[in-house]
């Protein structure tokens, strides 16, 4: 795996217009989350959630993708289309709730229950998508979950917030390994109740991905797509957003006459809720990315084929549009 591009800049290069000539040149398409950068996803071809993401890298005709998001995200792109070259401006953008379950770990849990079913969130490495019967999003998390019969145990990793949400809203038992995410983690219900008290006519938008004494104040908990969704379709002037404030961009584009405000961390403030592994990504990385065609997502094929079935599985069983399958359709 290319880990790095050395490469300096010629500072007086305007990145932009390289980036869309090299994108024309090499026949790529560049995909980002809605967590990326401001100017990252104002030049993507796709802007999206987990799903919308998988979905456009499983579809696309380029060549190229170039994934401006995290490494977890360039896999699926990879495991899903296998003939493409898939680069990553940043190849060390990984993901807490990655880390936090090693596969090796994760195989001696999913052995010492065998009569359970592994469902496991898209934010995980390809070798526990491997270990894994169903991958879910949190987009589609409570529709496939709702379509596995009420007697099959599960276990359900890696985010124990996520895994909890679930089992609280279809009160349903599940196995759930304790993984976390460190952004939304650090999200404070003490201050979040301070802001809800100085504007208490705005709804908060919560990812499930918080823990529970945050989803518990909110209005509306569901993936980067649905919570999007949610704020453009309100008649609230005022907004709270529980979640990583990159998406924030996109809700200032399409509403530019409403108030959108990041819920607080612990100092009253929310730049400690940036995540730290999708700001690794910059304009001059993209750049570099698209002219040197590395870092390249490589995975060992025996791991690509089994981490293929679980994630195709989950394509089979979401619903057929999702929540904000393209931003025009609701701006
Ligand atoms: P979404 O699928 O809701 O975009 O979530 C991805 C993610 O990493 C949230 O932290
Ligand atoms: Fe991973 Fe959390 Fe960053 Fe999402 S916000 S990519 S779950 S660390």
């Keep these: 795996m290319n880990l790095m591009s050395n490469s300096t800049v010629d500072p007086t290069l305007d990145l932009i217009a390289e980036i869309k000539r090299l994108r024309d040149e090499k026949n790529a398409v560049i995909l980002a989350h809605y967590y990326q950068a401001a100017e990252i996803q104002d030049i993507a071809d796709f802007v999206g959630d987990s799903l919308d993401l998988s979905r ?11 994934f401006c998001g995290v490494r977890f995200m360039a896999e699926v792109a990879k495991i899903l289309s296998p003939e493409k070259t898939v680069v990553l401006p940043d190849m060390a953008a990984g993901c807490s709730l990655e880390d936090s379950c090693p596969p090796d770990e994760f195989e001696k849990f999913v052995k010492a229950n065998p009569d359970h079913m592994v469902l496991s969130y898209i934010n995980c490495s390809a070798a526990v998508k491997a270990l894994t019967d169903i991958i879910v999003t949190s987009s589609n998390a409570e529709y496939i979950l709702r379509q596995i019969p009420e007697e099959q145990k599960i276990i359900f990793a890696p985010d124990r917030h996520l895994g909890g949400f679930l089992s609280r809203k279809l009160d349903r038992d599940m196995l759930l390994w304790q993984g976390t995410c460190i952004v939304h983690e650090l999200f404070s219900e003490k201050e979040l109740i301070k802001l809800k008290a100085k504007y ?3 709804p ?13 104040h909110a209005d509306h908990a569901g993936s980067t ?8 379709e309100s008649e609230a002037e005022t907004l709270i957003i529980a979640t990583e404030p ?3 961009h996109q809700m200032e584009k399409a509403a530019p006459h409403k108030t959108f405000i990041g819920a607080p961390g612990a100092d009253g403030n929310c730049n400690c809720n940036t995540c730290p592994y999708m700001a690794l990504n910059t304009l001059q990385k993209l750049y570099l990315c698209l002219r040197d065609l590395g870092p390249e997502i490589d995975l060992d094929e025996d791991t690509r084929i089994a981490a293929e079935k679980p994630l195709r599985k989950m394509l089979e069983m979401s619903p057929t549009t999702g929540p904000a399958k ?3 359709e609701i701006t």
């Design 56 to 66: 456009r890298a499983a579809e696309t005709d380029a060549e190229v993708i170039v």
């Design 200 to 202: 208490p006519n705005a």
């Design 204 to 216: 908060v938008l919560a990812h499930p991905e918080c823990p529970e004494a945050i989803i518990q």
């Design 225 to 232: 797509s649905s919570i999007l969704k949610f704020a453009l």
């Design 246 to 248: 990159g998406i924030i």
């Design 326 to 328: 393209d931003l025009s």
